[in-house]
């Protein structure tokens, strides 16, 4: 929706646009380091979740040409980037006992197969 909004002649008009930018910036530094904290609580996130978060802001970023989503792009290679091959460094070390929220592969729940067994 940021994106949509016009670039004006007149600099006034601008400075709404140019303040949104700036307030999304913040947003993303504080999902950033929110995410980052609970993964070193013992939350988990697959790399694919943390790539497309990669992916949005690298769009936003590139979308405003560098101007206005550096910071933030800064701060989820310092924080998430190694989820993604993007650092290899660890900030913290992340605690041993691991509280991962992603649905099992497996399931016990038997299979419902129009097939049938077949051993």
């Known amino acids: 929706m940021?994106?949509?909004?016009?670039?004006?002649d007149n600099e006034d008009n601008n400075m709404l646009k140019k303040n949104l930018y700036h307030n999304l910036n913040?947003?993303?530094?504080l999902a950033i380091?929110?995410?980052a904290s609970k993964l070193h609580e013992g939350e988990c996130y697959s790399p694919e979740t943390v790539s497309t978060w990669?992916?949005?802001l690298a769009q936003h970023n590139s979308y405003t040409g560098g101007e206005y989503f550096t910071e933030a792009v800064h701060?989820?290679?310092k924080q998430l980037g190694f989820?993604?091959?993007l650092s290899n460094e660890l900030i913290?070390?992340?605690?041993?006992?691991?509280t991962c929220h992603l649905p099992a592969l497996e399931s016990g729940l038997p299979s419902t197969s129009v097939v049938g067994d077949r051993r």
Not at 2 to 8: C, D, F, G, Y
Not at 26 to 29: G, N, V
Request: hydrophobic share 45%.
């Open 2 to 8: 940021a994106h949509r909004l016009p670039v004006w």
């Open 26 to 29: 913040i947003f993303w530094k």
């Open 33 to 35: 380091q929110s995410t």
């Open 54 to 56: 990669a992916k949005s």
């Open 75 to 77: 701060e989820f290679t």
């Open 83 to 85: 989820m993604i091959g």
């Open 92 to 98: 913290e070390p992340i605690r041993e006992t691991l």
